[in-house]
């Protein structure tokens, strides 16, 4: 088990900028991925970025070159910078840990970007 802790939402104008945490619990050294993953009212949760224990990343179309992704193993910590930020990019972002088939998830954090 672990407990992801997500911070660092917030209202923003839009072309602004916010930096997400996600703080695990345990070591996150041995997780095979981290993972941002968004949910807009009324939208399916989606995927926006990943990056795995040996640091591939990837993201989903609407973010890439905004937004980026890094891991911190000795502070057990993931963030998720975000550059430029639209109106359309407003959800409840949330972290997940992937772990031997295992995924785990934080509570979220809100960001509304404003137009």
């Known amino acids: 088990q672990v407990q992801l802790v997500e911070s660092g939402g917030g209202l923003v104008q839009a072309g602004g900028s916010l930096r997400l945490s996600c703080a695990a619990s345990?070591?996150?050294?041995?997780?095979?991925?981290m993972c941002w993953y968004r949910q807009a009212p009324g939208k399916q949760r989606e995927l926006v970025a990943r990056?795995?224990?040996?640091?591939?990343?990837n993201y989903a179309d609407p973010v890439k070159g905004r937004f980026t992704i890094s891991r911190d193993n000795g502070k057990n910590t993931v963030h998720l910078q975000m550059n430029s930020l639209k109106p359309e990019d407003t959800a409840v972002y949330y972290c997940?840990?992937?772990?031997?088939?295992?995924?785990?998830w934080g509570q979220g954090t809100q960001v509304t970007v404003s137009a």
């Open positions: 990056i795995t224990g040996g640091g591939f990343t």
């Open positions: 345990r070591t996150i050294f041995s997780f095979y991925a």
């Open positions: 997940k840990a992937e772990e031997g088939g295992f995924a785990y």
